[in-house]
């Protein structure tokens, strides 16, 4: 079964708001990626979190693994239409990524 | 533009064809992956090869078959499907076989069984 689940599935943002979406997992993960997935397109690998407390930072967004390497978030500032579509974390180990079910992000202009 | 090429990027087929999927990558990529996404849901791993050997088989049932020719090519050849394989199949690449390195993904070819 899966073993990182996302909340919320759904976000529907205002343009301009923040949100944050989190990835949980029962076991200790061995290291987290991000993909972001547009509508009708594919996986588009964002960044890799590697380290306990790890905080990395793409311009408006902000990935954190958290100190158990139980969790990650991604919170992303001044939403905007381009934000539009799936975020995904998946559990990176062995040669294998296992995806969490998504949060499908809507913005509303 | 993505780095790895699926083609075709549609295909219909009837539940007693014989189809065949194709990824083509020249990054220099030596792992290669086949996904399975339904509509609204995560991508399934399939399977994994590693240095053109099969490394990897999620348990998928034997009408879906990998072939690794090269360290650019890979394929899925499809036989006797059901209506419920309908899905989009990606194709994925990472320089090695590691879970410690982040995937490049094709567009995927969207397969509909009549």
């Known amino acids: 079964g899966q073993q990182v689940m996302q909340i919320p599935q759904y976000q529907h943002v205002q343009e301009g708001e923040d949100f944050t979406t989190y990835c949980n997992s029962s076991t200790t993960l061995s290291n987290i990626q991000w993909y972001k997935q547009r509508p009708g397109g594919h996986p588009v690998f964002l960044i890799q979190?590697?380290?306990?407390?790890e905080v990395k930072k793409q311009k408006r967004l902000t990935f954190q693994f958290g100190e158990a390497k139980k969790n990650s978030s991604l919170h992303i500032t001044a939403t905007q239409t381009t934000d539009v579509g799936t975020y995904f974390c998946a559990e990176a180990a062995g040669n294998k990524l296992t995806f969490g079910g998504g949060t499908r992000v809507l913005v509303k202009p | 533009d993505t780095e790895v090429t699926q083609t075709p990027k549609h295909l219909v087929m009837g539940m007693t064809n014989k189809k065949s999927l194709k990824c083509e990558q020249h990054?220099?990529?030596?792992?290669m992956y086949w996904y399975k996404q339904k509509a609204k849901k995560p991508p399934e791993l399939m399977f994994v090869y590693s240095y053109e050997k099969l490394s990897i088989n999620e348990s998928v049932p034997s009408r879906f078959s990998p072939e690794c020719p090269n360290s650019s090519l890979l394929n899925l050849h499809l036989h006797a499907l059901q209506p419920e394989d309908s899905a989009l199949y990606l194709c994925a690449s990472s320089p090695r076989g590691l879970g410690n390195q982040p995937q490049h993904f094709g567009d995927g070819t969207r397969l509909s069984i009549l």
């Open positions: 979190l590697v380290k306990s407390g």
């Open positions: 990054m220099g990529h030596r792992a």
